[in-house]
T-cell receptor, first 116, second 109 residues
Framework: KAGVTQTPRYLIKTRGQQVTLSCSPI?????VSWYQQTPGQGLQFLFE???????NKGNFPGRFSGRQFSNSRSEMNVSTLELGDSALYLC???????????????FGAGTRLSVL | GQSLEQPSEVTAVEGAIVQINCTYQ??????LSWYQQHDGGAPTFLSY????GLEETGRFSSFLSRSDSYGYLLLQELQMKDSASYFC??????????FGDGTTLTVKP
């Protein structure tokens, strides 16, 4: 079974630009979550999509948005990039639903975004 | 909201046992998970507890006390390759996972 795939792996943008990151979950997984990780920091939760609906949302500004398609693939968009948006963006998929192993997160390798 | 506390750094020697604690505050608690992340890598799942008690998986064990909002990860027979960051994460009944800031474990020879 293929793992979680994130594209691109690396991205360099300038302030003010926008960026779209892509995540293909493990086959059969219906939940996709996005996290931001900066050096020395934990994983900051951005949002979670389940069956094409945003089910949970973190405390990030509206410049951060996402969506999920019918095949469970997800995209995350950041508009009007700021220097502080430079980070590793991780996507994780899980079977979804509630309880037990259904919530275990399987992570992709991440997209490293640098904003200049 | 949710909050988790875990030590920022732990150091131990090869062959030793180390315990990484995690305390949490959350509404709608469903379970506590542990993840390992090596430098430059993605977090990988280690263990999950939904009920009180100890779960053992090889050299790693995880414990949960729901009444104390407390859990720990126990690593035995430490190896150099265990040097990594370890994150506890609470899962709520809304399906949301919130991660702690991570504990950097350094294993010395």
């Amino acid at each position: 079974k293929a793992g979680v795939t994130q594209t691109p792996r690396y991205l360099i943008k300038t302030r003010g630009q926008q960026v779209t990151l892509s995540c293909s979950p493990i086959s059969g997984h219906r939940s996709v979550s996005w996290y931001q990780q900066t050096p020395g920091q934990g994983l900051q939760f951005l949002f979670e999509y389940f069956s094409e609906t945003q089910r949970n949302k973190g405390n990030f500004p509206g410049r951060f948005s996402g969506r999920q398609f019918s095949n469970s693939r997800s995209e995350m968009n950041v508009s009007t990039l700021e220097l502080g948006d430079s980070a590793l963006y991780l996507c994780a998929s899980s079977p979804g639903g509630l309880g037990g192993a259904k919530n275990i997160q399987y992570f992709g390798a991440g997209t490293r975004l640098s904003v200049l | 909201g949710q909050s988790l506390e875990q030590p920022s750094e732990v150091t131990a020697v090869e062959g030793a046992i180390v315990q990484i604690n995690c305390t949490y505050q959350t509404s709608g608690f469903y379970g506590l998970s542990w993840y390992q992340q090596h430098d430059g890598g993605a977090p990988t799942f280690l263990s999950y507890n939904a009920l009180d008690g100890l779960e053992e998986t090889g050299r790693f064990s995880s414990f949960l006390s729901r009444s104390d909002s407390y859990g720990y990860l126990l690593l035995q027979e430490l190896q150099m390759k265990d040097s990594a960051s370890y994150f506890c994460a609470v899962c709520t009944n809304a399906g949301k996972s919130t991660f702690g800031d991570g504990t950097t474990l350094t294993v010395k020879p």
